[in-house]
């Protein structure tokens, strides 16, 4: 059976769409699919990538806690994943699903994290900070921000002449390809651990 993952973004939805296209492509075989997204956003187009793959999208304003939560839980999610997802989650959503939700972070944490930091921030603290490194790092969720328990982190170096934005098209190249393998696994302890204790 198949885990059912539910994917919440703000933006563009790139993550989203590197998420779906390397479940799909294991085809059958696949441990998971998402089943909706669900954005705090009309205008996000992560909402038409959705759409354009044929998957499920609701828009739930922040303010809607319990809305939120409902949607989850009556959908029977078993993993909820961040892309791009700007919102500090209700209290019922994370206690609801409490190791069941995962971020990515375009940065190291917990240096380059907290409220505020995401996106281009990230990256112009990074290159102001002078280190030569960066890093992708995915994390449990909790009621803080990039707070959560550290999944993985993949270095990225920082170039000499590096914008924001160029070291930007670095880090989502490998957030493309590392957040899809990291959720998989983690796919695969929650099956292995709801086994066990069947």
Do not use: C
């Given at each position: 059976?198949?885990?059912?993952?539910?994917?919440?973004?703000?933006?563009g939805?790139?993550?989203?769409?590197?998420?779906?296209?390397?479940?799909?492509?294991?085809?059958?075989?696949?441990?998971a699919?998402?089943?909706?997204?669900?954005?705090?956003?009309?205008?996000?187009?992560?909402l038409?990538?959705?759409?354009?793959?044929?998957?499920?999208?609701?828009?739930v304003?922040h303010?809607?806690?319990?809305?939120?939560?409902e949607?989850?839980?009556?959908?029977?999610?078993?993993?909820?994943?961040?892309a791009?997802?700007?919102?500090?989650?209700?209290?019922?959503?994370i206690?609801?699903?409490?190791?069941?939700?995962?971020?990515?972070?375009?940065?190291?944490?917990?240096?380059?994290?907290?409220?505020?930091?995401y996106?281009?921030?990230?990256?112009?603290?990074?290159?102001?900070s002078?280190?030569?490194?960066?890093?992708?790092?995915?994390h449990?969720?909790?009621?803080?921000?990039?707070?959560?328990?550290?999944?993985?982190q993949?270095?990225?170096?920082?170039?000499?002449?590096?914008?924001?934005?160029?070291?930007?098209?670095r880090?989502?190249?490998?957030?493309?390809?590392?957040?899809?393998?990291?959720?998989?696994?983690v796919?695969?302890?929650?099956?292995?651990?709801?086994?066990?204790?069947?």
């Amino acid at each position: 059976m198949r885990s059912r993952i539910a994917v919440l973004a703000s933006g563009g939805g790139s993550n989203l769409q590197a998420i779906h296209d390397y479940f799909s492509s294991i085809g059958e075989a696949r441990s998971a699919d998402v089943v909706v997204v669900i954005s705090d956003r009309s205008g996000a187009y992560a909402l038409e990538r959705a759409r354009s793959n044929g998957i499920e999208t609701l828009v739930v304003p922040h303010t809607e806690h319990g809305e939120l939560d409902e949607s989850l839980a009556s959908r029977k999610i078993d993993l909820v994943v961040l892309a791009g997802y700007l919102r500090l989650l209700p209290a019922t959503v994370i206690e609801r699903f409490r190791h069941r939700i995962v971020n990515i972070h375009p940065g190291p944490l917990p240096r380059f994290g907290g409220a505020g930091m995401y996106g281009e921030r990230v990256h112009a603290a990074v290159i102001e900070s002078g280190v030569r490194e960066t890093a992708v790092t995915v994390h449990l969720v909790d009621e803080q921000y990039d707070n959560g328990a550290i999944l993985a982190q993949w270095a990225v170096p920082v170039l000499d002449g590096d914008t924001p934005e160029s070291l930007s098209r670095r880090v989502v190249a490998v957030e493309h390809v590392m957040y899809p393998r990291v959720i998989e696994l983690v796919v695969a302890l929650l099956a292995s651990t709801t086994n066990s204790t069947h």
